[in-house]
């Protein structure tokens, strides 16, 4: 459904909850695709929602509801459903879709829950509940299709259609050896292509890309990318196959790198929920933008030792704001350049001197083209001067380092950090913009104060 | 392969071209999965490329490495095969691969390949070359299974055994009707479940979510995350199959629309290429500096026009850097969060009075809190100042003012630029740092003038 769809949708379901059409709301439930679904419910009001959601009786579709839901509407639904309920609620679901569920739940429901779910699934999801939040471990189901190398094609598909129906994605195949390890994989394509009484060890492939419960998300979402991949197995220390993580999941890791990302570069922090209350907003976002306030305190001092030179020229004020404002832009430019590059890999730490060298070069084309008009209009709006030229050459000089200096440090920056593990996303926000002021004003002074001989 | 492989690669190749091991070199180049190949080609140095690559052989090789590197790579390695060999290339080549590699050679050298083609090959890369750069059909193949609804599974598998071993991803068998229009989908997974006998149509999923092949595609990346589908078909106006878009596509359209969100919100235009000289880098560069060039030549002229008032108060020029510096830093922040919002899909422009309104509340506590900070700043910085009281309290106040307009600018610029179809990316990078440093500087002098009455 498109997004218009969703609004006729949400559209319909307000007006049958005003009419209390029940057999009508529940024919939509049954029909409608849960991702549309999950989308009309943060549309609806609270009331509505809370009508609609309770019409609501299949504990799979439910479940389902529940891992497309945002967290807080989900915890806010989790309220109104009893608790045997919900226990069968969790056992219908995906083990990773309830593992990420249960983490966000009090500790003491979702032990009392994981105490009542049957053993087999309780396990999986304990299991899975104990990797940290951002691996390959937390991210995978455990339902997936793994044989011996001696079953032949005509037994996999015997075993799909009995052992394995419930396996939500069963196109890779993974072949394991008599003590449990993963030695090769094939695909369901292979396996309608073969001769039925062809063992798996000679048609499956031999190279794997596996990867383990710790490695990181988004790591796995590279490796996935790169090769194309449905799905990758996660294998333990022994080489044992505990799960697979698929391409499903790994575009919910690309799309929640990207917002990271670019909330990181704006000085946001990683998690901002656009849901909060505004408090907490605004708590979120204070100490973020404590950088550009010492940023701005140091800028205060450094002009406040040239107050004599500003009692002199004043006008000299007047520049201020363009030179720290065009030196920030370009900053800002060069530090989403490397940010992006070292995200996609394009931009590697070998590659520093380059990198850095290029950005200082176009660091000082562009100053040059900037400084040259500001330069201009400096000439051209002080008539009154009397040192004609020195001022507007000292505006045009402060714009040049200040604009190759930011291209310098908006490189840097993210390298360095990249070079000592942090991630270059947080460092380039506030950072770049508060440096790039602190050092153009000070060179501004400095050249202004030689030039007019102050 | 991870990054640290791959270095290891590129050392090795780098060892074994300079010894001239052909033998070892054609190993790995046969080995090696391409995706890493054409990794190790950026790093190594262009004379080892060349090297390397005229040691490559095999067309189908070839061609993906060709899909696979940079434009410019690309570009630079075509010179060095022969004009037979192209053809043979971009005849094995997959439609879409061979379509979106055609249009960046030169037209001339273009056509003569696609003269030179097989027909029905170069009928469908002329085809797909036809849909515009950013849509459904210039993503899609042209490979896929469609059969009629009458077909029975075991007839479909035998299909997949003969007719369709080429197809890349041949996981959705699609079933058409007698007039070749889209009835249904079935799946590989569900043939090896069913019985032999039974025909497509009866179990067959018949609610199906089509594209056209003039959809945005990052529509169908929204649309194949959303539903976590492997492909989405896309219909021409009469419904028939032309095409499938698949998952690995809407991968890398994701990626690729992370990089230009990142890109245009720090204002560098949306294709910005690292590898690109450094004079088209900062040809490319200059314009997006130009807006914060105008804002600040604004501010200069308003901070001209308050000359009089910097004779009498010269500190006031030390505190406009961080009146501007923490109104363009929560300004960054503000569009971010809707800027992204809106991407995500989590805010709509129905939320227009609601998101705007939370976030210039956001805008006035942190104002409030910083104002009051520098307010304390500029009290105890300033001894010997006559007015004792009306200075610190115009620059806290200036803050305030700052910091919530900044927040009210930052949510709304994304959210105007969206209602009139612009890409709010593009809006909020530098749009956002120019206004509010103008009117931040301008309610700054406002304020201070006021206060102490000059």
């Known amino acids: 459904m498109r997004n218009e769809q969703i609004k006729i949708l949400t559209a319909s379901l307000t007006r049958l909850l005003r009419r209390g059409a029940t057999k009508h709301l529940l024919n939509i439930i049954t029909k409608t695709h849960m991702a549309d679904l999950s989308i009309a419910f943060k549309e609806l009001s609270p009331d509505n929602r809370e009508k609609l959601f309770k019409l609501m009786d299949d504990p799979e579709q439910i479940g389902l509801l529940f891992s497309l839901l945002d967290e807080n509407l989900f915890l806010e639904f989790v309220k109104h459903v009893e608790f045997k309920k919900l226990v069968t609620i969790f056992d219908k ?115 794997l890309v596996c990867v383990k419960p710790y490695t990181d998300r988004e790591e796995v979402a590279r490796l996935v990318s790169r090769y194309d991949y449905l799905a990758v197995p996660v294998v333990d220390d022994d080489n044992k196959i505990v799960g697979i993580v698929t391409v499903d999941d790994v575009i919910d890791i690309l799309h929640e790198a990207a917002t990271e990302d670019i909330l990181k570069m704006a000085g946001v922090g990683e998690e901002y929920i656009e849901t909060q209350t505004v408090v907490k907003r605004a708590q979120m976002r204070l100490p973020w933008l404590f950088a550009s306030f010492l940023g701005g305190v140091a800028s205060f001092f450094i002009i406040g030792g040239f107050e004599e030179s500003l009692i002199k020229f004043t006008s000299l004020a007047a520049f201020i704001p363009v030179i720290s404002g065009m030196g920030g832009n370009i900053g800002t430019q060069s530090s989403a350049i490397t940010v992006r590059g070292i995200g996609t890999g394009r931009i590697n730490l070998q590659d520093f001197a380059k990198v850095v060298s290029k950005e200082l070069a176009v660091g000082l084309i562009l100053g040059l083209v900037y400084g040259l008009f500001v330069g201009i209009i400096a000439k051209f709006s002080f008539e009154t001067n009397s040192f004609p030229m020195a001022l507007p050459i000292a505006v045009g000089l402060a714009i040049l380092t200040s604009m190759s200096l930011a291209a310098l440090l908006g490189a840097m920056f993210p390298l360095v950090f990249e070079r000592f593990n942090i991630d270059p996303a947080v460092a380039s926000g506030p950072f770049v913009t508060t440096s790039v002021d602190i050092v153009s004003i000070y060179c501004y002074f400095m050249i202004a104060n030689f030039l007019l001989g102050i």
């Open 93 to 207: 679901m995906p083990s990773d879709d309830a593992a990420s569920l249960l983490t966000l739940l009090d500790e003491k429901l979702s032990d009392q829950i994981l105490s009542k779910m049957q053993e087999e699934e309780s396990d999986n999801v304990e299991q899975l509940m104990s990797y940290g939040e951002d691996t390959a471990g937390s991210l995978m189901v455990t339902d997936f299709v793994a044989l011996e190398e001696d079953v032949v094609a005509k037994q996999v598909i015997e075993a799909l259609q009995n052992k394995y129906l419930d396996v939500e994605m069963p196109f890779y195949i993974y072949v394991v050896d008599k003590y449990g390890k993963l030695v090769g994989v094939s695909s369901l394509r292979q396996l309608v292509v073969v001769h039925p009484e062809k063992p798996l060890k000679e048609f499956m492939a031999k190279d």
